[in-house]
């Protein structure tokens, strides 16, 4: 009786193990399959990155540094674009982030927020247009990422309450050089009125979901890590970083933060609108 009784405690204890490992496994198959799409998805800003460091390391001949980077990020895109990597419909909105980050790059230069040391034909006020690409970039993900994840609202504001929000946000880029900054008030918006928002996306057939204020954070801490990587090698340099490089200050993070939820909003709101048109319009591209 008792033999029988220890035999069925290990024939437990083996299943619980066994149960445990399959999860461990499938968790870990997960996350492999999510980093694999983060990775194609992040093609457009490892290509700048790399391109920064390469070209830091190992000067090119004919042209400065600034115009070689312009140089890529034009090549890069074309080939995205032609090998259907992108849908116009993305190089679109791209192109539209360029411009937004271009403008704020052409302000926040001109206030002495950063700088652009090294010399360039490519350069307008003092800011390489190269510098447009990285806004760019941002955009490339959040499309890229959409698509490959299958990303889906749910409880998405509505536009009269996103628009004005995702506005606000950029102004206040502009505007708190000349008045008080209103960061904290508009994040607290944010999380008024994206409190009931989440956004689901699928990884190998299986659909999780998350909230989009947590989403937010994620990536503005990740793109807080980028910007070190970035200033490390020589993309621009803040007011203390002109001895040596340092630490950009964890503050940023708050910054980039407002930034992700505008680039977002952006993209959302396209996303939504563009659903709403008849399906002939829309392009697919080439998986």
């Known amino acids: 009786m008792e033999k029988n009784k220890m035999y069925e405690n290990q024939s437990t204890m083996t299943l619980k193990k066994s149960t445990w490992e399959i999860k461990v496994l499938r968790a870990v198959k997960q996350l492999i399959y999510f980093g694999w799409g983060q990775a194609l998805s992040c093609l457009f800003p490892v290509v700048i990155f790399a391109s920064l460091a390469l070209t830091q390391i190992f000067p090119l001949p004919f042209l400065p540094r600034y115009d070689w980077l312009l140089v890529i990020c034009l090549l890069m895109q074309i080939v995205m674009v032609r090998a259907g990597l992108e849908t116009k419909d993305e190089l679109k909105v791209i192109t539209l982030f360029h411009i937004i980050g271009l403008a704020l790059e052409l302000f926040k230069v001109h206030m002495g927020s950063w700088a652009y040391p090294d010399e360039g034909y490519s350069k307008i006020f003092g800011v390489p247009l190269y510098s447009g690409f990285m806004y760019a970039s941002v955009a490339s993900y959040l499309c890229q990422a ?28 502009f505007m708190h050089h000349y008045w008080i900054d209103i960061r904290w008030i508009l994040s607290g918006l944010v999380i008024i009125v994206f409190w009931r928002a989440w956004v689901t996306y699928e990884v190998n057939q299986v659909r999780y979901r998350m909230p989009l ?23 621009w340099e803040y007011p203390n970083q002109a001895e040596a490089w340092s630490l950009v200050h964890l503050g940023k993070v708050s910054s ?14 396209l996303k939504l609108y563009k659903e709403k048109l008849p399906q002939k319009s829309i392009d697919e591209p080439k998986q």
């Open 256 to 269: 980039w933060l407002l930034l992700v939820i505008v680039s977002f909003l952006i993209v959302a709101t």
């Open 146 to 173: 959409w698509r490959r994840l299958k990303v889906n609202l749910v409880d998405w504001p509505p536009f009269l309450a996103v628009v004005p929000l995702a506005a606000a946000i950029y102004l206040n880029f």
């Open 213 to 235: 204020a947590l989403s937010f954070v994620l990536i503005g801490f990740f793109i807080w890590i980028a910007e070190n990587i970035a200033t490390f090698f020589g993309a």
